[in-house]
C-alpha cells in the first residue's frame, strides 16, 4: 500500500512537496517514484529513486522535470519525497506515486518504465499561470 500526502495548487513558478509512505510493501531491489496523467494526455513517468544494497539513491528524471524536481527518500527507503520548484502550467496533472520494478530506461527524455507492483491512487497538483 502506498499512502500519498501533499500537492495542491500554487501559481506558476512555486513550489510544491509531494510524500509518498510504503506500508506493507516490499520496496527493496526496486524504485519508487511518480507518474503523472494529466486530463487528455497519457501517463507519464517523472522520476524514481532507487533502494538496494548497490546504487541506493540512484535517481531517474524526465526531461521535462529535470533540474526543477527532486526526489529523496529517508534512511529506511519507505518513504519518498518529490520537491517540485519553479512549476510551470504544464506540471497540472494527477501524480501518482508508484514502486516499479527496474531497470529503468530513458529514451529521447522520457522514462520508461516495464513493471509497475504497485500504484497509487494519487494526489493532485494544479498550477495557475
Known amino acids: 500500500q502506498l499512502v500519498e500526502s501533499g500537492g495542491g495548487s500554487v501559481q506558476a513558478g512555486g513550489s510544491l512537496r509531494l510524500s509518498c509512505a510504503a506500508s506493507g510493501s516490499d520496496r527493496y531491489c526496486k524504485w519508487m517514484g511518480w507518474f503523472r496523467q494529466a486530463p487528455g494526455k497519457g501517463c507519464e513517468g517523472v522520476t524514481f529513486i532507487y533502494s538496494g544494497p548497490k546504487n541506493e539513491g540512484n535517481s531517474a528524471y524526465a526531461d521535462s522535470v529535470k533540474g526543477r524536481f527532486t526526489i529523496s527518500q529517508d534512511k529506511t527507503g519507505n518513504t519518498a519525497y518529490l520537491q517540485m520548484n519553479n512549476l510551470k502550467a504544464e506540471d497540472t496533472s494527477m501524480y501518482h506515486c508508484?514502486?516499479?520494478?527496474?531497470?529503468?530506461?530513458?529514451?529521447?527524455?522520457?522514462?520508461?518504465?516495464?513493471?509497475?507492483?504497485?500504484w497509487g491512487n494519487g494526489t493532485s497538483v494544479t498550477i495557475s499561470s
Open positions: 508508484a514502486i516499479v520494478q527496474g531497470p529503468i530506461s530513458v529514451y529521447k527524455g522520457a522514462l520508461e518504465v516495464k513493471v509497475v507492483e504497485i
